[in-house]
């Protein structure tokens, strides 16, 4: 049986994602959102986790942990 594979030497039709699209924060990122970004779970002790982290670096801890 054959298996249908993608053809490499073909170009996708897809359009491209503009850089500037892709970042992640916005504005404000809240210690909900880094905890979430971990797929942890929201609890007393994660979210502590989270403000000391974004005490340390700021919003930009979140995109570090983010695509």
């Known amino acids: ?3 249908s ?3 490499a030497s073909r170009q996708s039709r897809e359009p491209v994602t503009p ?3 892709l970042h992640t924060r916005t504005g404000e990122v809240a ?3 880094l905890v979430l970004a971990t ?3 929201l609890t ?3 979210l502590e986790w989270a403000r000391r982290k974004l005490d340390q670096e ?3 801890a979140i995109e570090k942990l983010l695509p």
Request: hydrophobic share 15%; net charge negative.
């Open 58 to 60: 700021g919003p930009a």
């Open 19 to 21: 850089d500037s699209l």
């Open 1 to 3: 049986m054959e298996t």
């Open 44 to 46: 007393p002790r994660n």
């Open 31 to 33: 210690p909900e959102d």
């Open 5 to 7: 594979q993608p053809d």
């Open 39 to 41: 797929g942890r779970d």
